[in-house]
């Protein structure tokens, strides 16, 4: 056959051979890249494990542990090491980590939890419930002072078997399966050291967790500080093997000196960095991810201490006054969202109608028409300007007459951020009438000075709320006083009953619903003026791919899909896809 076509061929002139090479090369031509189409509609891109991350931190992790660290550097170096029973995902869910399953009885109070099979630490010892167990009773003793330990008191821990364990609250507590993300201690390594030498422990700076990293290498500088550590994928990770194959953490003193780690090639990722420098670095095409952080800013009114913030007139005037996206646009360069209310924006559910909020800006008023409208409102109410524009008004009772004077003081701390939305805020207020004074503190002496001593007319500041959606603690009118965190010491008795059904019921329409009514109490009564919530910067490296910032509430939450980040891929056939 081959000899009949070879004859064939060699029988065509040369315009018969050329036109048969070109038919022939567009047969093969065309056949190939119909199989070409085929295979790629059979295959699909996959990430696979590989490649490096150099992630750069301010600050040093002087405790990596779930039940003592207490700074960002070290929050994030945990996150990574350890997992516990439940995880938060970035869209604000929480899913079984170390459990296979759990389950909450009827009434709220008893939480059953079943381990995943063949579930092992780091260094290959199996992980039990006595595991859990020791993490729990360690974090409710009394001299590790683990910050961790309010949120299991009153819990009756039951071990039921080794893979079994049970939780029994004294009364419901819906915010409490947020507590089950602790991160789990192995037994067998801590359970022979003393609670008081527990903060001196090497396995501190070089731990053994079950997380989703375990530390491959580290090295120190002369001074014995850690220059970075060296993770690398835990193949029996609960929740499946990283892909990224390698994070060096490295650790800088401040974010100058990170930001030169970063522009020297030292680093490719950061995270936590101004406003300010997340612009310079975006005009120079740098990859940039940012999220709200659920902490709202604002100025909380100390009535107790300023009197003429009694009247609610000037709370309202006050509140009124600030155009909040300019100050979000000013002082966070943009990287932050506008609040109005306690509960803020980026959390799925808030849902109070900003419309009718006193705090609302109309995005077709300027400053200052806010001003004149704010200032409007209290000469409406009887204040009128002295000869140096500050508002004053007289009132009289029987034949005594007494004078009031719009004037107090904010109080911040020597955050630039926080000291220039103040000054920017003393600017607008003192338009509408009011003499402010700012007061600028370290952070330290504000904290034990003015926030614990409740020593402020008004305090800007922020709270941070979680996943769990507990306003309690900054505005029930039981924590008014240190260690409470209501610092406006606000005091409602409908608002402290829509609070306490809220932490108790675990039906989230209603836990909601209860929020919603709470906020609208707020908004009526104004015992603060809520301004923003900034944005978490993360800048990446090019390429990463797989990474949700999502829902988080404090920075080393970046890392709660950290499994799923990755760097490699490759082409494979459907079916071989995972």
Same mark, same amino acid.
């Given at each position: ?366 400053? @200052?028409? &806010?001003?004149? !409208? =704010? $200032? ?9 300007? %002295?000869? +140096? ?106 608002? @402290?009953? &829509?609070?306490? !059904? =809220? $932490? ?9 619903? %209860?929020? +919603? ?62």
């Amino acid at each position: 056959m081959n000899q009949k076509i070879s004859k064939a061929i060699a029988s065509f002139s040369l315009t018969e051979k050329f036109l048969f090479s070109i038919f022939a090369i567009l047969i093969v031509g065309s056949t190939l890249l119909i199989l070409w189409n085929i295979n790629n509609q059979f295959m699909v891109t996959v990430p696979v494990r590989g490649g490096t991350i150099q992630e750069g931190i301010i600050g040093y992790p002087r405790l990596i542990n779930p039940l003592l660290s207490y700074t960002d550097a070290g929050n994030d170096m945990t996150t990574l090491i350890y997992s516990g029973l439940m995880k938060a995902t970035p869209d604000g869910n929480l899913v079984p980590d170390l459990a296979s399953s759990y389950n909450i009885s009827n009434d709220g109070l008893t939480y059953d939890f079943t381990l995943k099979d063949n579930l092992t630490f780091q260094d290959g010892t199996p992980l039990t419930t006595d595991d859990i167990e020791f993490t729990v009773q360690k974090a409710l003793d009394p001299v590790l002072k683990s910050p961790k330990a309010a949120n299991w008191e009153g819990v009756t821990i039951k071990k039921i078997n080794s893979k079994e364990i049970q939780f029994i609250l004294s009364k419901p507590y819906s915010p409490f399966l947020e507590n089950t993300t602790l991160g789990i201690l192995p037994k067998h390594l801590w359970k022979n050291i003393d609670s008081d030498l527990w903060s001196l422990s090497s396995y501190n700076q070089e731990p053994i967790g079950s997380g989703p990293y375990y530390i491959k290498d580290v090295k120190r500088d002369q001074n014995g500080l850690y220059e970075y550590y060296h993770l690398t994928p835990f193949s029996h990770y609960a929740l499946g093997e990283p892909y990224v194959g390698n994070i060096i953490i490295r650790f800088y003193t401040n974010e100058q000196d990170l930001i030169n780690a970063y522009d020297s090639g030292e680093i490719n990722t950061m995270g936590g960095i101004s406003s300010t420098n997340a612009s310079i670095l975006k005009n120079k095409g740098a990859d940039i991810v940012t999220t709200p952080l659920p902490r709202t800013f604002g100025i909380f009114f100390n009535q107790s201490q300023s009197h003429v913030l009694l009247n609610k007139e000037v709370r309202q005037a006050l509140n009124m006054s600030i155009n909040r996206q300019d100050i979000v646009n000013d002082v966070l360069n943009g990287y932050g969202i506008v609040e109005t209310g306690a509960l803020p924006s980026s959390i799925s559910g808030s849902t109070l109608d900003s419309s009718t909020s006193s705090g609302a800006v109309s995005s077709s008023e300027t400053q @200052d028409q &806010l001003i004149s !409208d =704010a $200032r409007a409102l209290l000469i409406k109410n009887g204040w009128a300007p %002295d000869t +140096n524009g500050i508002m004053e008004k007289t009132t009289k009772t029987g034949k005594t007459s007494s004078t009031q004077i719009l004037q107090f003081s904010i109080s911040t701390s020597d955050s630039p951020d926080l000291k220039h939305t103040a000054e920017l805020v003393q600017s607008i207020w003192k338009k509408v009438g009011a003499d402010v004074t700012v007061k600028v503190f370290e952070l330290s002496d504000l904290n034990q000075s003015v926030i614990r001593t409740r020593n402020y007319d008004s305090l800007l500041f922020g709270t941070v709320v979680g996943r769990d959606l507990d306003l309690f603690g900054f505005w029930h009118s039981s924590q008014r006083n240190d260690p409470g965190l209501n610092i406006a010491m606000y005091a409602n008795i409908k608002a @402290d009953k &829509l609070l306490e !059904d =809220a $932490r108790s019921t675990s039906d989230m329409s209603q836990r909601l619903n %209860d929020y +919603n009514l709470f906020e609208k109490e707020i908004d009526n009564d104004i015992p603060a003026v809520f301004l923003y919530s900034p944005d978490y910067i993360y800048v990446k490296p090019k390429p990463l791919e797989g990474i949700v910032l999502g829902n988080i509430t404090v920075p080393a939450e970046r890392f709660l899909n950290v499994q799923s980040w990755y760097k490699e891929t490759e082409r494979v056939w459907t079916i071989f896809a995972k």
